[in-house]
């Protein structure tokens, strides 16, 4: 039984799958109706939010959001100055006049529609089709859905594929762009442990903030305003301060961001041998840059602040899959799969005799591909020159009807566009940028032949030109910068701007990388689905149901609290407690816990969050659960659905179930709401975020 209820923990489900996991929902303990689950409009599913790369959820019915403070950390950078450093020292709005503004960055996406679309989306699409003729076609049939979903202008809709292209669904989201910093603790109760901690276990992260949703008066999305009022919504999590214990079910919800479980063993190696070490590899001598040329400069330190954070997560995740590649040999593991998924396809009638070549072909390619695609991603680093490079490609783009256009440049993306030229207000110091981009060519040129980009070589300045090019560009300014949008391409063709004028040359190769991987794309969207058909059937053969991979859409994972052992004579309990965080305090950065904190534990003022069973508050906790990146903030749920816990991390042993998911040792770590409830009411005194919120305390001990 323990071995078939790890089993079970496995999956990223589409909410409409879980009527089909009934009996294993009710077998570990959840006892919210599947179909309830399924439903969109319903509690709980109608109170879980994307932020647009993490996850959260509704806590009030005035428009109150929570999710990790990793997940807030652009809003609370945003507004963080050297004088008031509210990354440092945390920020509460008393009220909410107070409250900050997130930035154009900061978003709130509700989802009330899924639907399946794949009929759509394929007619008139032939086998017969070369890949980019193909991929032309299934891209126009995207958007004259996505244009037709977007009538009302109040919702962003998508169609992402599943399956690698074997469905399609729309998705559509009431998009909120007016998002307020409500409350965020100091940083190190939110990111307590830093770096070093980060993917460890144990863990003592208070990794939570507040946000949030305005809109207009009539009730719809608006542009940020002071006349806007909070978003009213329709259902909220209630919040449980009742906790959990080993063995307990949860219930998880969010937007996972990418999984890779349906890959091929020769990914998997090229990702082993190849692209990870080379990924490893250009963040840490991007973030040496970063670190050499903010060093003494505290305002240039705070502007590189979140964007050294996301790299750092970046780099140890990928070297984590690195260290579990070499733990545990996945690609053996996938290589006996893979011949027993062959033996079975091979044996029945009426399959493709050449499919499985033809997959094997087109998969190498992609390979190839993808090492280009590396060393161009090397020799763009820099702000100014991506600056350049979207404005330009704008340009271009806007001459063209709306429907022709490509992707990421239509009308509809004009505000996004605008927000990320716009941000580097916030994060961009000339000096640095220059390091950054004359070290990055450096490095390309260092790079193995078959990750040059072909014809892009003889494009690219010499390293000693590259002063002379910040010298002579406008585009570091705020204001120039976005006076570029809406111009057209012949005035940035004339431009003396050296940033555009490099944009400008830059650019026909760019587009020309970019067509070799639509006809790749293409190509990989005829033969992948029919594989995925094939492998869906074998799983069905045996009595399995299957889950798409994670593509950023809403899914649902559930699981119970669990220890485990990651190595042989070691088991890791599934709590740690704040005891924990003054085991671990030395005073200096990252484990520099506000003395305020310290003084409440010393105290032991542990009130109600006082744990029966730990006999002190606990921080936070592990779970079976199946999650991944973008999972980050995700509702952790009991049993009846309320919110117990928030998810923020994985341990450094389950970094690889990106690939192959091992139920022996893959844990989530989740932050135990307890925490936050008592660091909000013994140590930040946030006693008007607790009174908005509705909490169900246990029953006092008679």
């Known amino acids: 039984m323990a071995a078939t209820a790890a089993q079970a923990d496995e999956g990223q489900w589409q909410p409409y799958q879980l009527p089909q996991l009934k009996s294993e929902l009710?077998?570990?303990?959840?006892?919210?109706?599947?179909?309830?689950?399924?439903?969109?409009?319903?509690?709980?599913?109608?109170?879980?939010?994307?932020l647009g790369g993490c996850s959260a959820?509704?806590?009030?019915?005035?428009?109150?959001v929570v999710t990790n403070h990793h997940c807030a950390y652009g809003a609370i950078q945003r507004n963080a100055t050297p004088e008031h450093n509210y990354i440092v020292d945390g920020y509460l709005a008393k009220t909410r006049a107070e409250e900050l503004p997130g930035g154009p960055n900061t978003l709130v996406y509700v989802t009330d529609k899924v639907e399946n679309v794949t009929e759509r989306v394929l007619k008139g699409v032939s086998d017969t089709m070369s890949g980019k003729q193909r991929h032309d076609a299934v891209e126009k049939s995207i958007k004259a859905l996505i244009a037709e979903c977007e009538s009302d202008k109040i919702y962003r809709c998508s169609v992402p594929a599943f399956h690698r292209g074997l469905e399609y669904y729309r998705i559509r989201q009431m998009m909120i762009r007016d998002v307020r910093l409500v409350y965020a603790p100091a940083?190190?109760?939110?990111?307590?442990?830093?770096?070093?901690?980060?993917?460890?276990?144990?863990?003592?992260?208070?990794?939570?903030?507040?946000?949030?949703?305005?809109?207009?008066?009539?009730?719809?999305?608006?542009?940020?305003?002071?006349?806007?009022?909070?978003?009213?919504?329709?259902?909220?999590?209630?919040?449980?301060?009742?906790?959990?214990?080993n063995g307990d079910p949860v219930l998880l919800a969010g937007y996972p961001g990418r999984t890779s479980r349906y890959k091929l063993p020769s990914e998997i190696r090229a990702a082993r041998d190849s692209a990870y070490p080379a990924k490893v590899a250009e963040i840490q001598a991007d973030l040496d840059v970063i670190a050499?040329?903010?060093?003494?400069?505290?305002?240039?330190?705070?502007?590189y602040a979140s964007v050294d954070k996301s790299?750092?997560?970046?780099?140890?995740?990928?070297?984590?899959?690195?260290?579990?590649?070499?733990?545990?040999?996945?690609?053996?593991?996938?290589?006996?799969?893979?011949?027993?998924?062959?033996?079975?396809?091979?044996?029945?009638?009426?399959?493709?005799?050449?499919?499985l070549a033809e997959l094997d072909a087109v998969i190498a390619a992609d390979l190839a591909l993808s090492d280009e695609e590396f060393g161009y991603s090397v020799a763009t680093t820099g702000d100014l020159l991506k600056s350049g490079s979207t404005l330009y490609r704008l340009a271009r783009e806007s001459a063209k009807p709306d429907a022709e256009r490509e992707t990421g440049y239509q009308q509809r993306d004009l505000t996004f566009i605008k927000a990320r030229l716009n941000r580097l207000e916030q994060s961009y110091v000339g000096s640095v940028d220059q390091a950054r981009f004359v070290a990055a060519l450096q490095r390309y040129a260092k790079l193995p032949k078959s990750m040059h980009v072909s014809g892009m070589d003889a494009l690219l300045p010499a390293v000693d030109a590259v002063p002379a090019l910040y010298a002579k560009s406008e585009l570091g300014d705020t204001a120039k910068r976005l006076a570029w949008v809406g111009k057209d391409a012949a005035a940035m063709a004339a431009s003396t701007d050296a940033f555009v004028q490099l944009a400008v040359k830059l650019d026909d190769v760019t587009q020309l990388l970019k067509e070799r991987r639509k006809e790749l794309d293409g190509n990989l969207e005829r033969v992948i689905p029919q594989y995925m058909q094939a492998v869906i059937a074998w799983k069905k053969s045996q009595g399995k149901p299957v889950y798409p991979d994670a593509n950023s859409t809403l899914r649902?994972?559930?699981?119970?609290?669990?220890?485990?052992?990651?190595?042989?004579?070691?088991?890791?309990?599934?709590?740690?407690?704040?005891?924990?965080?003054?085991?671990?305090?030395?005073?200096?950065?990252?484990?520099?816990?506000?003395?305020?904190?310290?003084?409440?534990?010393?105290?032991?003022?542990?009130?109600?969050?006082?744990?029966?069973?730990?006999?002190?508050?606990?921080v936070d906790f592990l779970t079976s659960a199946d999650t991944t990146g973008g999972n980050s903030g995700s509702a952790v749920m009991n049993r009846n659905g309320e919110l117990i816990g928030l998810n923020f991390d994985s341990t450094y042993e389950s970094i690889t179930k990106d690939w192959y998911f091992d139920t022996a040792?893959?844990?989530?770590?989740?932050?135990?709401?307890?925490?936050?409830?008592?660091?909000?009411?013994?140590?930040?005194?946030?006693d008007n975020v607790l009174r908005e919120m509705t909490i169900k305390y246990p029953a006092k001990s008679k």
């Open 556 to 618: 649902v994972t559930y699981g119970t609290v669990s220890p485990y052992s990651p190595k042989d004579g070691i088991t890791k309990g599934p709590f740690t407690t704040v005891e924990g965080i003054v085991e671990k305090n030395t005073g200096k950065d990252p484990f520099n816990a506000p003395q305020k904190l310290l003084d409440a534990i010393k105290a032991k003022r542990y009130g109600q969050f006082k744990d029966p069973v730990l006999g002190t508050v606990p």
């Open 187 to 245: 940083d190190m109760i939110g990111n307590f442990g830093g770096d070093i901690d980060n993917y460890e276990w144990p863990r003592q992260g208070g990794d939570y903030s507040f946000l949030r949703a305005y809109v207009g008066k009539d009730g719809r999305p608006a542009d940020p305003s002071p006349d806007n009022v909070p978003y009213h919504s329709k259902d909220f999590l209630v919040v449980s301060a009742a906790g959990l214990k």
């Open 665 to 686: 040792i893959t844990r989530a770590i989740h932050m135990d709401i307890r925490y936050m409830l008592w660091v909000m009411a013994e140590v930040d005194h946030a």
């Open 292 to 303: 050499a040329a903010t060093k003494g400069n505290p305002a240039a330190a705070v502007r």
């Open 311 to 355: 790299m750092n997560n970046v780099m140890k995740k990928t070297q984590g899959l690195l260290d579990g590649f070499a733990r545990k040999d996945i690609a053996a593991i996938k290589d006996v799969q893979d011949a027993e998924f062959r033996a079975w396809y091979n044996k029945q009638a009426g399959v493709s005799k050449t499919l």
């Open 57 to 64: 959820s509704f806590v009030s019915d005035a428009g109150l």
């Open 26 to 50: 009710k077998r570990i303990g959840i006892t919210i109706p599947a179909e309830k689950l399924a439903d969109l409009s319903k509690h709980p599913m109608s109170a879980i939010v994307s």
